[in-house]
């Protein structure tokens, strides 16, 4: 079991970018697949992007592909999500998440962030 906490959400203009972080505790962080998960007010928790254990390989939902960037530093037990070009539609609560299956494709978590706030203005 993984403990994840979310920081470094924040208000930018669009245009703009912002990095979201994510904490895990336990030494098992460099197993799972780590992963982003996104939920705006009235709608459902969106899908974002996602990364294997060792950073290989990288999934993206159509929406961020080529804006946003998912990496990770095991060593630290971090994993990022690089925002740029942001846009008033990516205003959302975002989400850390970890699948013990190292599943990227198929990216369901096991572990849940408490989430950052990311708020884009037009």
């Known amino acids: 079991q993984v403990q994840l906490v979310e920081s470094g959400g924040g208000l930018v203009q669009a245009g703009g970018s912002l990095r979201v972080s994510c904490a895990a505790s336990g030494r098992t962080f460099s197993s799972y697949a780590m992963g982003w998960f996104r939920q705006a007010p009235g709608k459902e928790r969106e899908f974002v992007a996602a990364?294997?254990?060792?950073?290989?390989?990288?999934y993206y939902a159509d929406s961020v592909k080529g804006r946003f960037t998912v990496s990770r530093d095991n060593a630290k037990n971090t994993v990022y999500l690089q925002m740029n070009s942001l846009k008033p539609e990516d205003t959302a609560i975002y989400y850390c998440?970890?699948?013990?299956?190292?599943?990227?494709?198929?990216?369901?978590?096991?572990?849940w962030g408490q989430g950052t706030q990311v708020s884009v203005s037009s």
């Open positions: 998440a970890a699948d013990a299956q190292n599943r990227v494709l198929s990216f369901h978590p096991t572990y």
């Open positions: 990364i294997s254990r060792r950073g290989s390989n990288t």
